[in-house]
């Protein structure tokens, strides 16, 4: 019954959980370059420290893997919290896909307010994108076509859905540090 918040969810996979997925020893390389996957070394490591960017381009719009059966080990082993607590009945479905989607509503928000402040970059994780726009905030520049007050009201209301965002995550689908 879990499995089927998968297929209603994708945070893990849409960039809204995660900024990247690094590979692990024994991930097939070759292969998963081969089926489409960018893979890039790790600023300041080891040439085969690799990782790919999240949104990831295997998730299809239907929220299924299109590398499923030879997907990552990190996305092989990857279970959220809210998994975990439908898994031992902590919480129920319905409660769990309400859950879910509340907080794809919370992350379509941000992006909403990402795009109204000029920030186009779809295929960039949600975070990474927030802090691309602070830097340039912080360095006055305002984005086109927008006057300052109109800027920093927009801008304003994006921090505060990205907080809002950040907590729900934590809270809802991050794993528990203690769970191991």
Known sequence: ????????????????????????????????????????????LEADSLKFPQPCNALCPNLKCRVYADRPSRCREF????????AAGKVELPAALKTIRQTR??????????????DAGERVALAKRFKRLKRKFDA????????????YDLFAELSLA??????????????????G
């Open 1 to 44: 019954m879990p499995d089927q918040l998968c297929l209603h969810c994708g945070l893990c996979c849409n960039g809204t959980l995660f900024r990247d997925v690094e590979l692990q020893p024994g991930d097939d390389v070759a292969k998963l370059r081969a089926l489409g996957l960018p893979l890039r070394s790790r600023r300041g």
């Open 79 to 86: 279970e959220c919290a809210l998994f975990k607590a439908v």
């Open 105 to 118: 509503q919370m992350a379509e928000k941000v992006r909403r307010l990402l795009r109204e402040l000029g």
């Open 140 to 151: 006055g520049e305002l984005p086109d076509g927008l006057d300052a007050e109109t800027a």
């Open 162 to 179: 990205v907080h809002e965002l950040d907590m729900r995550l934590r809270t809802k689908f991050h794993p528990d540090p203690s769970d």
